[in-house]
């Protein structure tokens, strides 16, 4: 069975102190892993895509890297407007006309304190 | 202005009453679909669409109905709602290209009472 698991559930961070996300999962046939920031009350917003073990991407205080069985959120330097939930989703074949579908992890809860 | 949009924000209704969720897209994207978001779980999705001609059911259609009424509008129906519906409800929207990154509305939050 697909799946994806977000560890920790909840992390606090004093500002400036780097940390990482983990996004583990297993799949019959990955396409494609995708990282989302998710405010209170709004929609996931786009961060990354990642395809291929050993790709990393980055945009300013977060990079996101990608091994065979799991996907990493490095956060740098953390800033209060971090603060956020982030989910990670993989994208995989699903259905007879082999169409894509995102399976989400549970996400993790970041809390950046001043 | 929003690239998706979605109506109302916020609804709170009664068992049994028939519901419908709005979705609206200026991507140009040909690909719409809705999830739900429960606490505690991952976004699960409901139904998807690759264009106003092909609707599909996602992993929890029970209960539920769509319409595509045009490339940029999607809604979702609740024919007869119950309490275990109440959820966040997102609409999202992709290109369909290899990539195929999916782009979400802000959110509707229904409560069943």
């Known amino acids: 069975e697909d799946q994806v698991t977000q560890s920790p559930e909840a992390l606090r961070l004093q500002e400036g102190e780097s940390s990482s996300l983990n996004c583990s999962y297993t799949v019959s046939g990955l396409r494609g892993l995708f990282w989302y920031r998710q405010d209170p009350g709004k929609g996931p917003e786009f961060l990354f895509t990642?395809?291929?073990a050993g790709e990393e991407k980055e945009k300013e205080r977060l990079k996101a890297t990608l091994t065979k069985k799991e996907s990493f959120l490095h956060i740098t330097a953390p800033k209060p407007e971090d603060s956020a939930t982030y989910l990670c989703?993989?994208?995989?074949?699903f259905g007879e006309g082999a169409t894509n579908k995102l399976i989400f992890g549970t996400g993790t809860l970041l809390a950046v304190q001043p | 202005d929003a690239d998706v949009t979605q109506t109302p924000r916020n609804r709170i209704t009664k068992t049994g009453k028939r519901i419908m969720l709005e979705c609206s897209q200026t991507?140009?994207?040909?690909?719409m679909y809705w999830y739900r978001q429960d606490p505690g779980l991952g976004l699960q999705l409901i139904y998807y669409?690759?264009?106003?001609?092909?609707?599909n059911k996602g992993e929890i259609s029970d209960g539920y109905s769509v319409s595509r009424q045009a490339q940029a509008k999607f809604s979702l129906s609740l024919e007869s709602a119950i309490p275990n519906q109440t959820a966040l409800y997102f609409c999202a929207t992709s290109p369909g290209l290899v990539a195929d990154t999916q782009y979400f509305g802000p959110g509707t939050r229904l409560t069943v009472l």
């Open positions: 990642l395809y291929s």
């Open positions: 989703a993989v994208q995989v074949f």
């Open positions: 991507k140009g994207h040909d690909r």
């Open positions: 669409s690759f264009d106003v001609k092909d609707i």
